[in-house]
């Protein structure tokens, strides 16, 4: 049995039934990590010794029964595990060690995996890349000329290279979707507050930020539904509230109710995934599910990109200083209100007072009424995940003002940002799960969004898809 | 007892057992509400004729295993109840009708309550007395020269004049828990976001409001508790969520871990208040409770409640108009900037920009994380509602130009925020209980403030106190 690229669900069934040993099967990742890895650059922090004490103490344990028991993981380098550094990708914070674990990180480790490293991110994770100067740039295995994407872009690139056996990663604008969708494997990006994000932060920091979300990649459907189980539900100290995930709306294709968008005017996309998308509606309609290409929910979705955009750099400008604050005010100022180019929102956001936030939100809050209206018609709504697929490593300026290929001709790489937004900024769920291959041979993938809390009615699409549709392939040449 | 002053669960009981009718105990209520009200100016909205068809209804086939069958209520004003104004004290509303009544009154009547009027509230709920200019001014019926407290002033004065089996108030910075207060009633601030506030779509807003909070205000710690458990729980759109309260951690005040905090230095808090407190905690030691005088979650209270003078501004500057905010400008401008008074900091919020506003909410966590530490080595922290009993009326200027003296020292009248608004920003429950009364014979209450999540645990130290201390008073002349 070759274990490398079965998925965590697989692995952790032989482990249990002693097919292979935890030892055996962290070894021989180790070995494909140690020759395989300086391709891509994907696993920046290496724990081997302590995780093989570990493999070797859950090889003498006699209760196996733990979800993913034995399972070889890394994880997004922003989740503290302690001992090891949480960086961010940022210099000042170079020799940051964690004195703690992550809740997620100690709730994975009690479902049985080993932890034996960390994954790489771009600067402060804020790029579709995965790159910065303490660990360098992590290539896409796919092809070593282009970006995994981000910013869990070592997660999805450790996953597709089959160096490790499932991920955990963190999405506020698509960096779990993203580089699940450039890399051909799986991500889950859940409603948000579902799944505490404690210790996937900087600095110490305790507060949940708004739309950001901590999430699972892997490399099957199976295996998100398991994480999923795991990472989610309240705190201790948070436990009025008892999360219960309604169970799957559907089972089969067979009367699923699906609405396809596999365009917008506020971002073109790429004639390989619409192309794609559409095979996918018709499959899904001879699959006997009920299939609109025109039902949205009922409100304005270009104001809402506003609104995300706006919100979103709202809620990220506490990493500015005072100078960088008063920069962006003025730059606000050179726009009229009514400019909604990236930069113009974005300078807004920055700069935005709370109560301009709290008006905003009101507005995102009718909005997310209308979604759940929608919802009661529809049970997911499937969309691209980005633009285009993986696109060539850039490293020059500011990322707004980079701009990406699509249907042969340079669009603003920041237009795709509406994908990102259409789920998160709701806070629904959304499972990014394989759909096929460009024409070039590049992985592309399909945004699954759900109603808030159907998290488990997105990761079963996913799941259907799998089997009837598409699932995970290896990259060539990383046997 | 007169059954006007008895509390809501035995008035179920004894319209359950059918020893009174529902229509029988309204007009009752409805009979002192006519005859009485004149004096004090509560129940400002009147409801009687529809409520008088719901209880004979009721009365003819409700489910008498209804929680709250038959039992009549009135409501804060600024809840929406179908068919009646909402006005929050603004004339330009009155000739509004809401369409749908707000969710916490659908639970209410859902659990057998007739709701049959609606009680007084300041102008925008933000005052510590109840006077606007649609409605006019409720006084104390304790004393009628002094004001009954505010927002839920209505609520508290028309629960000690026996006009009403139950009520509904709100509190963001004090609202329920004041007037409790100065009523000589009990009351319950929920921790935040446990009971939603959802009201008529049409009117309210859909996005919560930080730290704002509805709670229920009654005779007694028992009334509490039923009421909590009607109103709480996630709104039905939340379909992933379940209501999880832990029960009280303890039923005797022998086993209670107390830490009592009567007065602090910099905060005047008038001396009544204090030695009544101390009075009691000295009670509850030799009642064999582990008192401590000196235990303190590990903060400067002064910051935590400078922090709540920001969040407050913050939380309120989405519903300001703009001509509210050039006031507020003004007034701002006109502040020394060292001036650390209660006024002047949260005029200074008037154009928070919303970075600020995260790294108060970061602090806010932090604060909250500490009390959930606190709260593993005590049960309950007892504190003062607010620095003085009830005030004589007063309608001169704007709430920040007002001064005051307590213990023989003049305070700015908004400096009164520091006890209610220490806790209130930490989203923590505190439930008020009766304690005594001052030599001038206004009432006396106590604030027993928990852990989040901890509501059913003050609430039942609540009951304890009715029990063996104090408990519900009518005051004199309201036979």
């Not at chain 2, 996005?207 to 729980?233: E, Q, W, Y």
């Not at chain 2, 939340?238 to 830490?259: K, S, V, Y």
């Not at chain 2, 009567?262 to 030695?275: F, I, Y």
């Amino acid at each position: 049995m070759d274990p490398t690229f079965l998925s965590a669900t697989r692995l952790a069934a032989a482990l249990r039934a002693r097919e292979i040993g935890c030892r055996e099967l962290l070894d021989h990742t180790i070995a494909r990590v140690e020759r395989l890895d300086p391709r891509i650059n994907a696993v920046v922090v290496r724990d081997f010794d302590r995780a093989r004490t570990r493999a070797r103490a859950l090889d003498s344990a006699t209760d196996r029964s733990a979800p993913l028991f034995g399972v070889p993981m890394t994880i997004k380098e922003s989740f503290n595990v302690a001992g090891l550094p949480t960086t961010w990708g940022a210099p000042a914070f170079r020799d940051s060690i964690a004195t703690g674990n992550a809740l997620a990180v100690d709730r994975l480790l009690d479902a049985g995996v080993v932890l034996f490293g960390k994954t790489n991110v771009p600067l402060m994770l804020a790029d579709w890349q995965s790159y910065n100067a303490i660990y360098g740039t992590t290539n896409n295995p796919w092809d070593l000329a282009l970006s995994p994407g981000g910013s869990s872009g070592g997660s999805a690139a450790a996953l597709a290279a089959g160096l490790t056996g499932i991920e955990a990663g963190s999405d506020i604008g698509s960096s779990i979707r993203n580089p699940a969708h450039f890399c051909g494997v799986y991500g889950h990006k859940p409603t948000w507050g579902i799944c505490p994000p404690l210790g996937q932060s900087l600095a110490g920091n305790v507060s949940q930020a708004d739309i950001s979300v901590i999430g699972p990649l892997a490399r099957s459907a199976e295996d998100l539904a398991t994480a999923l189980d795991v990472m989610a539900g309240a705190e201790a100290i948070e436990a009025g509230w008892k999360l219960e995930l309604p169970p799957p709306r559907a089972t089969s294709f067979k009367g699923l109710r699906v609405a396809v968008m596999t365009d917008h005017p506020l971002s073109e996309v790429d004639a390989s995934i619409t192309g794609k998308l559409t095979e996918l509606a018709d499959f899904l309609r001879r699959e006997g599910a009920t299939v609109s290409l025109t039902a949205r929910p009922d409100f304005d979705l270009a104001r809402g990109h506003r609104l995300y955009i706006e919100m979103l750099r709202a809620t990220t400008s506490a990493r500015n200083d005072v100078a960088a604050m008063r920069h962006w005010r003025a730059e606000a100022e050179r726009f009229s209100r009514d400019d909604t180019s990236y930069y113009a929102m974005m300078a807004r956001g920055v700069s935005m007072t709370h109560r301009d936030f709290l008006l905003a939100n009101e507005q995102r809050q009718r909005m997310r009424r209308q979604w759940a209206k929608f919802f009661r018609d529809y049970d997911v709504f499937l969309c691209p995940v980005g633009a285009s697929p993986a696109q060539p490593h850039d490293h020059q300026g500011e990322r707004w003002e980079r701009s990406i290929t699509v249907n042969g001709h340079r669009v603003p790489a920041t237009d795709q940002m509406f994908w990102a937004g259409i789920s998160c900024f709701y806070l629904l769920p959304a499972t990014a799960a394989p759909l096929g291959f460009s024409p070039d041979g590049l992985p592309i993938g399909v945004q699954i969004v759900g109603a808030q809390y159907a998290d488990r009615t997105t990761i079963e699409v996913a799941k259907l898809l799998e089997t009837a549709w598409q699932g995970f392939v290896p990259p060539p040449g990383w046997e | 007892m007169d059954l006007s002053f008895q509390p809501a669960t035995r008035l179920a009981a004894q319209l359950r057992a059918g020893e009174i009718s529902a229509l029988e105990l309204l007009d009752h209520y409805i009979a002192r509400i006519e005859r009485l009200d004149p004096r004090i100016n509560a129940v400002v909205v009147r409801d009687f004729d529809r409520a008088r068809d719901r209880a004979r209804a009721l009365d003819a086939g409700g489910d008498r295993t209804a929680p709250l069958f038959g039992v009549p209520m009135t409501v804060k004003e600024s809840f929406d109840v179908a068919g009646l104004p909402t006005t929050r004290g603004h004339p330009e509303l009155l000739a509004h009708r809401a369409g749908t009544s707000s969710l916490a009154i659908r639970r209410l009547e859902a659990a057998g309550a007739v709701v049959f009027g609606k009680t007084n509230v300041p102008v925008d709920l933000a005052d510590w007395q109840s006077y606007n200019p649609v409605y006019g001014a409720t006084s104390n019926p304790w004393n009628v020269a002094h004001t009954p407290g505010g927002s839920s002033g209505g609520s508290a004065a028309s629960m000690a004049a026996g006009f009403a089996g139950l009520e509904l108030g709100t509190d963001i910075g004090g609202s329920v828990r004041v007037p409790a207060h100065f009523c000589g009633v009990f009351g319950h601030k929920p921790t935040w976001a446990l009971c939603p506030m959802t009201g008529d779509p049409a009117t309210s807003p859909a996005a919560p409001t930080d730290i704002s909070v509805l709670g229920p205000i009654a005779r007694s710690g028992a009334d509490l508790a039923l009421s909590l458990d009607v109103l709480a729980g996630p709104d039905p759109a939340e379909t992933g969520l379940t209501f999880n309260l832990p029960p009280p951690r303890t039923t005797t005040l022998r086993d209670l871990r107390i830490a009592v905090w009567s007065h602090e230095p910099g905060q005047e808090t008038d001396a009544e208040l204090v030695g009544k407190i101390d009075e009691l905690a000295a009670f509850l030691e030799r009642e064999g409770a582990t008192v401590s005088r000196t235990a303190r979650p590990p903060f400067a209270a002064r910051d935590a409640y400078h922090l709540f003078l920001k969040l407050l501004d913050s939380a309120w500057s989405g519903r300001l108009s703009e001509q509210q905010l050039a006031d507020r400008r003004a007034a701002a401008a006109r502040r020394s900037p060292d001036d650390m008074s209660a006024d002047a900091i949260m005029l200074r919020c008037v154009d928070m920009p919303h970075r600020m506003w995260i790294g108060l909410n970061e602090r806010r966590t932090r604060f909250r994380r500490a009390w959930s530490a606190f709260f593993q080595e005590w049960d309950v922290l007892l504190c003062p509602p607010i620095g003085t009993a009830a005030l004589p009326h007063r309608q001169d200027g704007a709430t920040w130009e007002r001064s005051l003296t307590v213990n023989g020292h003049t305070i700015a009248y908004n400096d009164l925020l520091f006890w209610p608004g220490m806790i209130g920003a930490c989203h923590l429950p505190a439930s008020i209980a009766p304690i005594g009364f001052t030599q001038a014979g206004l009432p006396l209450g106590v604030q027993i403030v928990g852990p989040i999540y901890g509501d059913r645990t003050t609430i039942a130290v609540a009951g304890m106190l009715e029990q063996d201390w104090l408990g519900f008073t009518p005051p004199e002349g309201w036979e």
